[in-house]
């Protein structure tokens, strides 16, 4: 217990540190576009293979399980809809950014951490904290609903093209996409993105920042940020959920 | 002048710094040496604010360290240049970013005045034309060079050195160890060198501290170091071969 306790007090001074005014705006944005680069744009790729895939599994999955005449057809596009919405997009696309960002964001500040650097500018008189860390976080928040906005149109993509393997039609399939459709989803789903855009970087900069020793330690603080901020965004997931939908 | 007055500093129960006072000499490349362990590695990061104490007095020019508000520790660190072991340059920079980082941070310098000074600085440390190489391109001499090019771009005051010649070979090392010495004779600047290499004391050693077991058990210049007859300062210095046979010389 005081172990746990003491992780979220060391958390909590990081992150006052790191939100105070950066010190040059232009270095700022120069950090920010390197980040938007580094966790934003060169996750699309990963993401959208994914999508796809999830999206034409689920289809298929569901089209399986409603083979019964009594369920109309296009209750394969609205459930293939509402899946990726609700759960498997926010979700398992987060819980695969963490793993990807997140573990990228722990090793990166760790080396920086083992290799002096982080002292280097410290003694520069830099704040450390709100140069390394505050780029990272905003950049995921501003880009990670992107990048999931992505993930549903291209899931849905691929739940088309899944039905086309089962004979549901295209258009019952996008009737299906269309019908009842509650706008408060998407802002449901993009507020549960943009929590766990703020947990993977934030939790993975926490480890990386307070890494100790050399390359062994900077692997173990990689693993350990994609363990807690996956179990995190897990907790955070069942708390929005609970909040905004029960 | 940077001054240190009754410097105390654990970890947990074990003592590292039992109550140190000294002076480190302004235009003088001062030496801290000792084994490993002995505390000489705290003792400078202590300097640069990196550990905190537990008590006593760190003195830039009568400026209390430890007093000092955020602010203004900030200000006085923009005032130091540090050299560390590894160089720590920054891998995402080139070899003209990282030089030129402090004064993109802390001046208002136009970019055509910063690059002049960043080719000033790589100019004094032998490494023109080298300023669009990538960190992972440098070799270890070169690391050392371009970090000591980036401690001075802000005309420090002061210039803390931790084992700048580690892993270097003792061409190279010397070359590194002179350089020290003439930045700090020419900017009369107060240079702190943390080193156990004998090779080191002997070429730039003008004012030494030897630390043994957390106390500056001798102190003085690298003649009266070869003459001392402090016993675990000797089997220290001559604890080689090579040191053996120049102490009979």
Redesign the interface.
């Known amino acids: 217990m005081k172990y746990i306790l003491l992780h979220i007090g060391q958390y909590f001074i990081m992150i006052r540190k790191v939100f105070s005014l950066p010190?040059?705006n232009?270095?700022f944005f120069k950090q920010f576009n390197?980040e938007l680069e580094k966790t934003g744009l060169n996750s699309i790729g990963i993401v959208t293979i994914i999508s796809f895939f999830i999206g034409a599994v689920v289809s298929i999955q569901t089209a399986f399980n409603f083979e019964s005449p009594i369920y109309p057809k296009y209750l394969i596009g609205y459930a293939t809809r509402e899946s990726l919405i609700l759960e498997f997009c926010p979700t398992m696309i987060a819980l695969i950014l963490a793993g990807k960002v997140g573990s990228n964001i722990a090793s990166e500040i760790g080396s920086?951490r083992v290799?002096?650097?982080i002292?280097?500018l410290?003694?520069?008189?830099?704040n450390s904290a709100s140069f390394l860390i505050l780029p990272k976080i905003i950049a995921t928040v501003l880009f990670f609903p992107i990048l999931i906005i992505l993930s549903i149109s291209i899931g849905l993509l691929g739940g088309w093209l899944g039905c086309q393997t089962t004979g549901i039609t295209t258009a019952d399939f996008l009737y299906g996409i269309k019908y009842e459709f509650n706008s408060f989803y998407v802002t449901y789903c993009l507020v549960k993105i943009t929590v766990f855009a703020f947990i993977i970087s934030s939790v993975s900069s926490y480890f990386g920042y307070y890494t100790k020793g050399g390359a062994l330690d900077v692997g173990r603080s990689s693993t350990k940020a994609v363990v807690y901020s996956s179990i995190i965004v897990l907790i955070f997931n069942f708390l929005l959920t609970d909040l905004l939908l029960a | 002048m940077i001054e240190i007055e009754n410097i105390k500093k654990s970890f947990g129960n074990n003592e590292v710094l039992k109550n140190i006072s000294y002076n480190f000499q302004r235009g003088k490349t001062n030496l801290i040496i000792g084994e490993s362990g002995s505390g000489k590695t705290t003792l400078l990061r202590i300097l640069i604010g990196l550990h905190k104490i537990d008590s006593g007095k760190i003195l830039y020019d009568g400026r209390d360290f430890t007093k000092l508000q955020i602010k203004d520790k900030r200000k006085l660190r923009q005032e130091i240049g540090v050299l560390f072991q590894r160089g720590a340059l920054y891998d995402f920079m080139n070899v003209e970013e990282n030089i030129m980082f402090p004064l993109t941070m802390f001046t208002n310098k136009s970019a055509e005045e910063k690059l002049f000074r960043v080719n000033d600085c790589l100019k004094r440390v032998n490494l023109e034309n080298c300023n669009k190489l990538l960190i992972s391109e440098l070799s270890g001499g070169m690391i050392k060079r371009v970090s000591i090019a980036r401690a001075i771009v802000m005309n420090p005051k002061y210039l803390l050195c931790d084992e700048p010649n580690s892993g270097l070979d003792p061409k190279t090392a010397i070359i590194i160890d002179n350089l020290i010495k003439e930045i700090t004779i020419e900017s009369n600047i107060t240079t702190i060198v943390n080193t156990h290499d004998m090779n080191s004391v002997m070429e730039i050693g003008q004012n030494i501290a030897y630390i043994n077991n957390g106390l500056i058990s001798w102190s003085g210049n690298k003649e009266e170091l070869l003459e001392s007859d402090n016993e675990q300062l000797n089997n220290f210095v001559f604890a080689s071969e090579l040191f053996k046979r120049l102490k009979k010389i």
Do not use: F, H, R
Request: glycine letters at 6%.
């Open positions: 010190e040059k232009k270095i390197l920086m290799t002096e650097q002292d280097a410290e003694i520069m008189g830099v």
